[in-house]
């Protein structure tokens, strides 16, 4: 086994701190990746102060992680010493279940071993993320990233990107299509890029008037305040598909009134209590759809990475340092952030 090092939060009310851990030797299948940038996630935040109750300790943060394999496994031969590279949400699924079998690892039937707060089989005890200074992980769980991207930029993709990419693609979105963002935080910009690039045109909903500046620059085409009864009034009927990336429980009817027969609301922002019940008598009459979707599968985020390289699309983020890591907490936690914070690791070793 090899040491390696990080930031750790020992308890829900102790600030993320240095910590030594051990990593779990190579094996065959496996790679072992210097970090480079981590993002820092709003899940972050909620796990490393159990706000979610299911929090174990010592907890080390971060699935948003881009570096470089370092060391291969006998039977790696999907990536290269040298090669940059990123893992995300999970780390290992079954394996043997129908959703794993499909490719849908994210569905597993036994739930798939998260990045960090999970199960980890090898060593025993819990997983530890990205905020650290290496990760080993299966080769089947790591995705190549795109040289020319700019790799702290990446770094988000790994969970924000594809979380709002698996939706886009599952309901098929195509030039031509009319498709509202709800929320224009980590998730909403990149939905607002992504739908964009894909030849959608873009309304972003949000009950704050000063982004509508930012999301018609990331490329939307209009902008709602989801507040005025009148504007809202006026998309009524419009749109084909809406992701709602806000992850606060809020009424749903005024937005699937924008939706036209046969429109999808997509749920992709997690609540801390329930959502409203929304009113059946439109969804009837119009053949509406509310659905939920939880990040992508291996294979949709390679593609999503792909698609991203060729069409230029990363993240807008702020980089720190590992020692601002509880500042970074705060400002997130109050929504000022444009659009993600992303760890530098050097910073750790320095």
Same mark, same amino acid.
Request: net charge neutral; hydrophobic share 40%.
């Given at each position: 086994?090899?040491?390696?090092?990080?930031?750790?939060?020992?308890?829900?009310?102790?600030?993320?701190?240095?910590?030594?851990?051990?990593?779990r030797p190579v094996g065959a299948d496996d790679v072992r990746i210097e970090i480079e940038f981590c993002g820092v996630c709003h899940s972050d935040l909620h796990m490393a102060r159990n706000e979610w109750n299911m929090s174990r300790y010592p907890l080390v943060p971060g699935h948003e992680i881009v570096g470089r394999v370092t060391h291969a496994g006998a039977n790696v031969s999907r990536f290269q010493i040298g090669q940059r590279v990123g893992v995300g949400v999970m780390v290992d699924s079954c394996g043997q279940c129908g959703q794993c079998r499909e490719g849908e690892e994210q569905y597993c039937?036994?739930?798939?071993?998260?990045?960090?707060?999970?199960?980890?089989?090898?060593?025993?005890?819990t997983t530890f993320g990205g905020y650290a200074n290496d990760i080993v992980v299966s080769q089947n769980f790591v995705v190549s990233v795109?040289?020319?991207?700019?790799?702290?930029?990446?770094?988000?993709?790994?969970?924000?990107? $594809?979380?709002?990419?698996?939706?886009?693609?599952?309901?098929?979105v195509r030039p031509g299509q009319r498709v509202g963002v709800v929320g224009l935080g980590g998730l909403g910009h990149m939905a607002v890029k992504l739908a964009t690039a894909m030849g959608a045109e873009v309304v972003l909903f949000t009950t704050s008037p000063h982004k509508g500046e930012d999301a018609l620059r990331l490329g939307a085409k209009q902008v709602v305040i989801s507040r005025d009864a009148e504007q809202m009034a006026a998309v009524a009927n419009s749109l084909d598909l809406i992701l709602n990336c806000v992850a606060a429980?809020?009424?749903?009817?005024?937005?699937?009134?924008?939706?036209?027969?046969?429109?999808s609301l997509?749920? $992709?922002?997690?609540?801390?209590?329930?959502?409203?019940?929304?009113?059946?008598?439109?969804?009837?009459?119009?053949r509406l759809s509310?659905?939920?979707?939880s990040i992508g599968s291996i294979r949709e985020t390679q593609e999503m990475l792909d698609f991203c390289g060729e069409h230029g699309i990363t993240a807008d983020v702020e980089v720190i340092s590992i020692d601002n890591i509880e500042q970074a907490?705060?400002?997130?936690?109050?929504?000022? $952030?444009?659009?993600?914070? $992303?760890?530098?690791?050097?910073?750790?070793?320095a």
């Open positions: 086994m090899k040491t390696s090092y990080g930031y750790a939060a020992q308890s829900a009310d102790a600030p993320l701190a240095p910590f030594h851990f051990d990593r039937d036994a739930g798939f071993t998260a990045t960090y707060n999970g199960e980890e089989k090898i060593l025993g005890g795109p040289e020319h991207l700019d790799a702290a930029a990446v770094a988000p993709l790994l969970c924000a990107g $594809v979380t709002t990419w698996s939706p886009l693609k599952h309901w098929n429980p809020h009424d749903l009817n005024p937005y699937l009134a924008t939706l036209k027969s046969n429109g997509i749920l $992709v922002g997690i609540p801390d209590s329930p959502h409203a019940a929304p009113e059946i008598t439109p969804m009837v009459f119009k509310i659905a939920g979707t907490f705060t400002r997130m936690s109050r929504g000022d $952030v444009k659009y993600r914070f $992303v760890i530098d690791m050097n910073s750790l070793r």
